[in-house]
């Protein structure tokens, strides 16, 4: 029996052990999903303590402390963030079960060679030897990523952000790793919120375009689709609440889109006839880029309005929902496709009884010399645990293609974060493992060690970048002939 977090964590037979050693183990990280500040990253940004660079803007721990009874001024109020570590210490041994329990473990492990348990009883030992490390160059933000082996990040950027420390990073030839910035329209599809006109506004600032009209807003977006692309973007990202599609004419479209700048009340049917039809043109401009375009379905979002109204979005307070999205994701996506428009597409949803209706409906929509154009996103958020992981590559690999999988993403605000793609490595290495010893695939160590390298890393390299397969990932195939 292993021992909590040896090296053989998660990892339950022979096979697996030999895939995540020899192949899983040492792969680059392209992790085309996140939430870090690309500020921090180019400012190399130093942490006081643990607090800042652990807890800081990590609603995962916020709700965790919330649920065990803690008080707000110990999660996000103005207690000293040694109460707020020790609020948090105080916490973890009650997530037994829970992945932050194992993640927050190996994040002490692999970056700070902490092997006890964090408790209430040891959190002032592990608080200083945390802290007095954190003062050296090697625990900073471009040193952490380096030590990661991290070659990619896609962050997430509101099309009204002037892109300027992308701009410093790409200029920064000190610092090796791709930063690219993902296009996030919230702002333009979410008409109902309160701080639409404002974001119009910013919009039209940083753009150079007057968006007095849906025409104009389109130009804008545009033009914010074009510089994006120009800093090295090759993605967007949609926060996808309901998948609710209708057709759409622009006219139609277009009245609405000036009632809301004037100030009139909009019908619900009248708020899906606009986002039905801004998302259709601007996955047209994601297709001319040649772009993956992301849509993050089912969250319920911000369901506490008291804590919503004292801390704001993204605090903690989102929940699992019901997307509905067959129908409507059907709709949208055969939108694009009639049009031959239809970009690279990640399908993610937030509810795993949706899983069999995503990992299905890849099978719809296709392109010829493009493997694995539509993908089956990694379990997410609520899923994004040992079971969640696990059904979802099961659920692909029964009715798809396991192997074109795009794998994990830390969609994490901590620098820290990047033990997540070698815990999803590990859940990998585990399940090919299992199968191969249950004589469910061929005991092929290269056939299933290339596998495990292309899910860790090569095949999302190959998707967001339009990379090569390489020579020494190539297998004897009967030829190029069905991909012309």
Not at 139 to 145: E, K, M, V
Not at 273 to 282: A, F, I, P, T, V
């Amino acid at each position: 029996m292993g021992k909590f977090l040896d090296k053989d964590f998660l990892l339950h037979t022979s096979m697996a052990v030999q895939l995540y050693e020899n192949a899983a183990q040492d792969m680059p990280i392209f992790d085309f999903h996140c939430h870090l500040s690309p500020k921090e990253i180019y400012e190399n940004k130093s942490y006081e303590n643990m607090t800042q660079v652990w807890l800081s803007g990590d609603h995962y721990k916020w709700r965790a402390m919330r649920m065990h009874g803690i008080s707000e001024h110990y999660i996000t109020g103005g207690a000293s963030d040694w109460e707020k570590f020790a609020a948090w210490a105080e916490t973890l041994p009650y997530l037994l079960g829970n992945p932050l329990h194992h993640w927050a473990h190996m994040e002490l492990q692999t970056f700070f060679g902490i092997e006890k348990l964090l408790t209430p009883e040891t959190a002032q030992e592990i608080w200083e030897a945390c802290n007095e490390k954190l003062q050296g160059e090697d625990f900073r933000p471009r040193a952490l990523i380096e030590r990661s082996k991290v070659a990619f990040i896609g962050t997430t950027d509101d099309p009204a952000s002037a892109l300027e420390y992308h701009q410093l990073l790409r200029e920064d030839s000190s610092f090796q790793v791709a930063v690219a910035p993902t296009f996030r329209p919230d702002g333009a599809l979410f008409l109902e919120r309160p701080t639409f006109t404002d974001w119009i506004q910013k919009l039209s600032a940083v753009s150079g375009v007057a968006v007095m009209s849906l025409e104009t807003l389109l130009e804008a977006l545009q033009q914010r689709v074009d510089f994006f692309h120009e800093m090295g973007g090759r993605a967007s990202d949609h926060d996808i609440q309901q998948m609710e599609y209708v057709e759409a004419t622009q006219e139609a479209a277009a009245q609405i889109f000036v009632k809301r700048l004037q100030g009139e009340g909009l019908t619900a049917a009248e708020l899906i006839l606009y986002r039905s039809y801004l998302l259709k043109e601007m996955g047209k401009m994601y297709a001319e880029k040649e772009w993956v375009m992301q849509l993050h379905m089912g969250a319920m979002r911000n369901n506490n309005t008291r804590m919503k109204q004292q801390l704001g979005p993204d605090a903690g307070f989102d929940s699992v929902g019901e997307a509905n999205m067959a129908a409507g994701l059907s709709a949208f996506l055969d939108a694009l496709e009639q049009e031959q428009l239809l970009p690279r597409t990640v399908l993610f949803n937030l509810n795993p009884k949706d899983n069999a209706v995503l990992a299905g409906m890849m099978g719809n929509f296709y392109e010829a010399g493009v493997p694995g154009k539509m993908q089956f996103g990694s379990g997410w958020w609520f899923n994004d645990h040992i079971d969640g992981m696990e059904k979802q590559m099961k659920d692909l690999a029964n009715v798809g293609l396991l192997r074109h999988f795009i794998g994990m993403l830390t969609d994490s605000r901590s620098f820290l974060s990047y033990v997540r793609h070698d815990y999803f490595r590990r859940i990998l290495c585990n399940l090919l493992g299992e199968w191969a010893e249950a004589g469910l695939m061929p005991q092929d160590m290269e056939l299933l060690g290339q596998m495990a390298k292309d899910i860790s890393y090569s095949n999302a390299e190959r998707y967001f970048l339009h990379r090569p397969v390489r020579e020494a990932d190539k297998r004897p195939t009967i030829g190029g002939l069905f991909h012309s």
